[in-house]
């Protein structure tokens, strides 16, 4: 006769969000981007969070001539750091959008957003084409 006997232990819940928790934002971004930086005191973030639609804008500014170092090749290290970023929020139950400044608080050139705050980017110049050697010819679109 055979003592053991295995009890089954309940197993955790997992993927359970806790509303009541919000990962520290401006901490994960600065861990994330000072070590791209000459200089990291120069780094400034802002996060500004709204409850009612569960949205983060996180906005960072840094020194222009750490541009290179942050976006990376191909924008390989910034779209690696906005991956992390959006993880965060996602188990936080949150949708997150980050925003990156000049260090002279100009935001980027050519973004603008539609009314409920949706990135929408400029429309495409026209191609530029090279005729039979002459001037070149630029093609337009007609609206």
């Known amino acids: 006769m055979s003592l053991n006997r295995s009890v089954q232990k309940p197993l955790p819940k997992l993927g359970t969000k806790s509303p009541a928790v919000s990962p520290d934002y401006v901490g994960l971004v600065r861990f994330l981007i000072q070590p791209f930086l000459e200089s990291p005191q120069s780094l400034s973030v802002d996060c500004e969070m709204y409850h009612t639609h569960k949205r983060v804008w996180i ?60 990135e929408r980017l400029p429309p495409p110049k026209p191609k530029e084409r090279r005729g039979n050697g002459s001037r070149p010819i630029v093609k337009s679109r007609s609206r």
Do not use: M, P
């Not at 959008?97 to 539609?114: A, C, K, P, T």
């Open 59 to 118: 906005r960072i500014a840094f020194d222009s001539t750490d541009k290179g170092k942050v976006f990376g090749r191909g924008g390989r290290n910034i779209q690696a750091i906005r991956t992390v970023i959006a993880a965060a929020a996602d188990a936080a139950g949150h949708s997150v959008y980050l925003d990156i400044y000049g260090s002279n608080g100009v935001g980027r050139e050519g973004v603008s957003f539609d009314e409920e705050g949706e």
